[in-house]
């Protein structure tokens, strides 16, 4: 039995507490190894190094020895600076295709060894703060597909499009790889076409749709259980990945923003405000706010995603009607509904 959990799927019956979480200038991101390879390729391509580091705090023989650990905002700022200073756009998609290749991270270890599909994404999900940890990643079925969302864990902003290319990439060519063959994953972004979509269409495919209602990567059912083709390793070898994971003493840590989304979803019954919202996280309203502002964000953005992501859900999986929708969201009337949701999505029938 798989554990993915269904987050999308509705509303858990009891009071959640949050956890904790990481922040934006909390260093944990082993600077070995994603991020020294985007260094690597962008000096390769001519950029000079102090112009590629600039305000990042980041110096590249400290990481190069494995002795830093970098925080997510200077992983941001790497992202930037580096965009700057290269015009070509493949960098995000060239470094997915590497990054699941580190030899000495546990956690990449055991996501590789594993029987399926749906093994590979409950591991993801599992391992997430030591895998993808710049992105909130959700699992939901939607009739005959599964749905891995991905969101902003903890401000990202201009960073994100990068961020997606390169995860999205990453994980897809896992799968392609451990499968044998091309999956048919579809892909959705919430940014709008870029001009370098034959990058989109060569890294990941043709099934790639921009200004969606959600960043995510979808595909049938069907081929989560698949046994993978290319997998050479014993239950042995499985097995002692598996045990020499890194035990974290939070082993379900977010980010921040990640957490609080977590946090209004399982309690959207509540109607939680930002009072009762930063009296759960154990500080005044006052503190809250600014930490949102730290994180790029403030409390009605992501408590409008949280009501967005329900509404969509509860509409046209859970097959609701209005009037169910705008209740549990707490609006007077399916005309207040409505009035929202076009201000989120652009029209209530507005599909993914």
């Not at 590249?60 to 700022?77: G, M, V």
């Not at 590979?120 to 079925?141: F, G, S």
């Not at 930002?274 to 409390?299: C, I, N, V, Y």
């Amino acid at each position: 039995m798989h554990n993915t959990v269904n987050e999308s799927a509705g509303v858990v019956g009891h009071y959640y507490h949050p956890a904790p979480y990481f922040e934006i200038d909390t260093p944990f991101i082993p600077g070995h190894e994603w991020p020294l390879a985007l260094i690597d390729m962008a000096l390769s391509r001519g950029v000079e190094e102090y112009k590629l580091l600039r305000g990042t705090g980041i110096f590249r023989e400290d990481i190069a020895n494995k002795n830093s650990q970098l925080a997510p905002q200077q992983c941001f700022q790497l992202i930037n600076n580096m965009q700057k200073q290269i015009h070509s756009n493949e960098l995000g998609f060239l470094l997915g295709h590497e990054f699941f290749s580190s030899p000495d991270n546990p956690a990449i270890a055991a996501l590789t060894q594993v029987a399926n599909l749906q093994a590979a994404i409950d591991r993801l999900i599992e391992h997430q703060t030591q895998l993808m940890p710049l992105l909130n990643l959700r699992v939901c079925y939607e009739h005959d597909r599964l749905v891995i969302y991905g969101q902003d864990a903890c401000g990202a902003e201009k960073a994100m499009p990068f961020l997606l290319e390169m995860m999205f990439t990453a994980f897809s060519s896992l799968s392609r790889w451990q499968n044998g063959e091309n999956l048919p994953w579809q892909f959705y972004f919430t940014h709008s076409k870029p001009h370098y979509i034959e990058q989109y269409e060569v890294h990941l495919n043709n099934h790639v749709q921009f200004s969606s209602q959600a960043n995510a990567m979808a595909i049938a059912r069907d081929y989560l259980h698949r046994p993978w083709n290319n997998r050479c390793v014993s239950r042995i070898t499985d097995a002692f990945a598996i045990a020499n994971v890194p035990s974290q003493s939070m082993p379900l840590q977010r980010g921040f923003l990640s957490e609080l989304y977590h946090y209004l979803h399982h309690n959207i019954q509540h109607n939680p405000n930002l009072e009762q919202t930063a009296d759960a996280f154990g500080m005044s309203s006052a503190s809250l706010k600014r930490k949102l502002k730290k994180h790029h964000s403030h409390f009605q953005e992501q408590y409008d995603l949280v009501r967005k992501d329900l509404a969509l859900y509860w509409l046209h999986q859970a097959g609701w009607s209005k009037d169910q929708v705008a209740q549990a969201l707490h609006f007077y009337d399916v005309a207040n509904l409505r009035r929202a949701f076009k201000k989120w999505t652009g029209g209530l029938s507005a599909s993914r």
